[in-house]
């Protein structure tokens, strides 16, 4: 019995090696042909690229997708514009500025709910009740005119985020002539929009930028990390790349940029910038010339550029230490010498 069962036992285990082997070639099989399909099927998605005008500005967008996506990327573009715009006059948010309803939708919610927040978390540097001081310095829909004191304490009386709040799915205001402005946060919800919209799709390679505000993820077209150029500081600039003061490497993140060096104008010999602080009503006058900011939604980067503008440098800094899902780079001016400051985690993005 010994024997025979010894006997049976060396003549089964080279049948089970052979099975064996010939499941592990099945399987290495089966696993080329897959990924040899996975990797054919990804190479025929192309680097699409898709461009216009928007929100009173350009927008640039580019994703790695079978087919081209310009009418559902444009459709999701003008929602953001049909909610948030001030030049759209049957925009939501234009009626609630005439007072023709309160009633607001979902965009118009969303970014009043996160720019509320942003409003206390700077100490009203973020506001988006600012315009009717914005127009009064000249740079909204009004011409410029001489500002006096009296007159800055008459239009703070209905100025301030917290005259305002959302009651359900309606807007109460303290004062009808408070009037809300998104344009420091509109063109970054928007690149939220179009990069949730591209999500949805299953796509992973992307950079989408709407009048400077961008968001990347993924790889660009040559299957590496998205460069993105920071310009420097100067006066009349152009937004051309020939003047950039940093280039950062980036993937899965937002960047907004925000300055004091693109719309200014000088009376009676004094330079105004276009960054008013909503507290005091005035045009900023700080070093600080322009405020880069990382986050993981443009939204959010969007207004915290803005912010920073306001709040000038050494604000910004102690506010970035109770911020750590915030990045920054800053561009200031120390004794007619231009110099840098930026977040200790940017140094490992910094290509040049």
């Not at 070639?25 to 005008?53: H, K, N, P």
């Not at 953001?80 to 919610?109: C, G, H, P, Y």
């Not at 909204?140 to 703070?156: A, H, M, N, P, Y």
Request: hydrophobic share 35%.
């Amino acid at each position: 019995m010994e024997k025979h069962t010894t006997k049976d036992s060396i003549t089964r285990r080279p049948q089970r090696r052979g099975w064996r082997t010939v499941l592990s070639v099945l399987f290495l099989a089966f696993l080329i042909a897959g990924t040899y399909f996975i990797l054919r099927r990804s190479a025929s998605y192309v680097m699409q690229e898709d461009s216009g005008s928007i929100f009173g500005t350009t927008y640039s967008i580019k994703y790695r997708y079978d087919k081209d996506l310009n009418k559902e990327i444009l459709a999701e573009l003008n929602k953001v514009d049909a909610s948030l715009s001030m030049f759209n006059q049957q925009s939501t948010l234009a009626k609630i500025n005439r007072n023709e309803t309160t009633q607001t939708d979902d965009l118009l919610r969303e970014v009043f709910i996160q720019g509320q927040q942003i409003s206390k978390a700077t100490n009203g540097a973020f506001d988006m009740t600012v315009g009717p001081l914005v127009n009064a310095w000249g740079f909204g829909f009004k011409q410029g005119i001489d500002v006096t004191d009296k007159q800055l304490d008459s239009l703070r009386a209905f100025v301030g985020y917290e005259k305002v709040k959302l009651v359900g799915d309606r807007l109460q205001k303290t004062d009808s002539r408070l009037m809300l402005d998104a344009g420091a946060i509109a063109k970054g919800y928007g690149v939220d929009r179009v990069a949730r919209y591209l999500e949805s799709k299953g796509i992973r390679d992307y950079m989408v930028e709407i009048g400077g505000e961008i968001r990347v993820k993924g790889k660009n077209a040559k299957t590496e990390s998205w460069t993105i150029g920071i310009q420097r500081p100067q006066d009349g600039a152009v937004e051309d790349g020939s003047n950039l003061q940093t280039v950062l490497r980036l993937n899965d993140v937002s960047l907004a940029t925000s300055g004091n060096y693109m719309n200014f104008y000088y009376k009676n010999g004094r330079k105004y910038a276009h960054t008013i602080d909503p507290r005091t009503g005035k045009p900023v006058q700080h070093s600080l010339l322009s405020a880069s900011v990382l986050a993981s939604d443009c939204a959010m980067a969007d207004a915290y550029a803005t912010s920073f503008m306001v709040m000038g440098l050494e604000q910004a800094k102690k506010l970035l230490e109770k911020q750590p899902r915030l990045k920054a780079y800053f561009i200031y001016e120390d004794q007619g010498e231009m110099k840098v400051w930026y977040s200790p985690e940017l140094e490992r993005l910094i290509v040049k």
